[in-house]
């Protein structure tokens, strides 16, 4: 069970930790080249895993969910500190910063499509791991770009769409910033939960972050050849 258990680990954590780190530090470098530096002061631009994680949505969250054979796995860092109001131009620079991290989760998903070409060169006793982590690689950036994309802030897809938005409707949009998370995790994961109580299906996720990966991955199946 143990020896289950870490291997399990095993070929999730280096994907988690390069989905996460890689995400925060494009949103990072995304910002400094539309004329914020706050990330790059802060240190925030780095590739070093240990100054994006969050001890919750990094490490308890993801666990958690695995424990619960959640139909998908996600998590998330400390959120990379941008001046919106530095940003030249401003509109532009916050959609761009802020589709930077799903879009640098897609290039990982693809990369590791690729890198399924040269496992060749991997040893055969460490083909199946190496495998098990690009596969695992793949679906979890996949998962990460789709779910930051809803269009509810704070996630990346709300900040795209304040800065696409008409004035009046960005800020109605802007007013979920504080409760957005919250909302977004009790409808994905509460809501199916009461549906169960009540024998109802109430799981909106086959649609809203399943179907969306399926077709992505179909995507990189094809662009990288694997299909």
Not at 55 to 60: D, L, S
Not at 72 to 85: E, I, M, Q
Not at 131 to 140: K, M, P, R, Y
Request: charged residues 10%; glycine residues 8%.
């Amino acid at each position: 069970m143990i020896s289950d258990i870490l291997y399990k680990a095993s070929v999730w954590v280096l994907p988690a930790l390069v989905a996460i780190t890689l995400h925060e530090a494009a949103h990072g470098f995304a910002a400094y080249v539309f004329g914020d530096d706050t990330a790059r002061r802060m240190g925030r631009m780095s590739l070093n895993p240990l100054r994006h994680v969050d001890p919750f949505g990094t490490i308890v969250l993801p666990g958690l969910l695995l424990l619960m054979r959640a139909p998908f796995l996600f998590g998330y860092a400390k959120p990379v500190p941008v001046n919106f109001w530095r940003l030249q131009p401003a509109r532009l620079g916050m959609i761009l910063v802020a589709a930077a991290g799903p879009a640098m989760n897609f290039l990982i998903a693809f990369l590791c499509a690729l890198a399924f070409h040269a496992l060749y060169l991997v040893p055969d006793s460490a083909v199946p791991w190496v495998a098990e982590n690009l596969e695992n690689s793949i679906d979890l950036n996949l998962v990460l770009a789709v779910f930051n994309m809803i269009p509810i802030p704070p996630l990346d897809g709300g900040r795209v769409a304040v800065g696409l938005l008409p004035r009046p409707l960005a800020w109605q949009l802007q007013k979920l910033e504080r409760v957005g998370i919250l909302l977004v995790i009790g409808v994905l994961f509460l809501l199916p939960l009461i549906g169960r109580q009540l024998g109802i299906n109430l799981s909106i996720s086959p649609w809203l972050i399943e179907a969306p990966v399926e077709y992505l991955l179909r995507v990189i199946a094809t662009l990288s050849g694997l299909a």
